[in-house]
């Protein structure tokens, strides 16, 4: 396991409401609710922002928006390099929050 993945491993254990989990095949945070709040991508913590926390986010060097496709960048989601770990809990924390709030997906399963 490299450094950064078990910085991320570590992280998840210090924030609360979340449990291990996959996204994209990555593992990632999970919230009780079944909604990803971090997820671990090569080095990166990606994480679910808004408003002011997603601009502060996005200026750090090396930041972007993440995109699991080529070409298709998500939304609010964005990647934080390991040079920033310092930053990640603060993120996480934040990202983790809003997931709690969302409700979980009532939608009808397609057969």
């Known amino acids: 396991m490299i450094k950064a993945e078990e910085f991320f491993n570590k992280l998840a254990e210090e924030i609360p409401h979340v449990k291990p989990?996959?996204?994209f095949g990555a593992i990632c945070m999970k919230t009780p609710n079944g909604k990803a709040a971090a997820m671990y991508w090569q080095e990166n913590i990606v994480v679910k922002l808004q408003d002011e926390s997603l601009q502060e986010a996005m200026s750090l060097e090396g930041s972007r928006l993440f995109e699991p496709m080529k070409g298709r960048p998500m939304k609010?989601?964005?990647q934080i390099p390991f040079i920033h770990k310092d930053k990640w809990k603060k993120?996480?924390?934040i990202s983790s929050k809003s997931a709690l709030?969302?409700?979980k997906s009532t939608s009808p399963k397609k057969k």
Request: a positive charge; hydrophobic letters at 65%; charged letters at 25%.
């Open 21 to 23: 989990g996959k996204m």
């Open 76 to 78: 609010e989601w964005v």
């Open 91 to 93: 993120f996480a924390l």
């Open 101 to 103: 709030a969302l409700k």
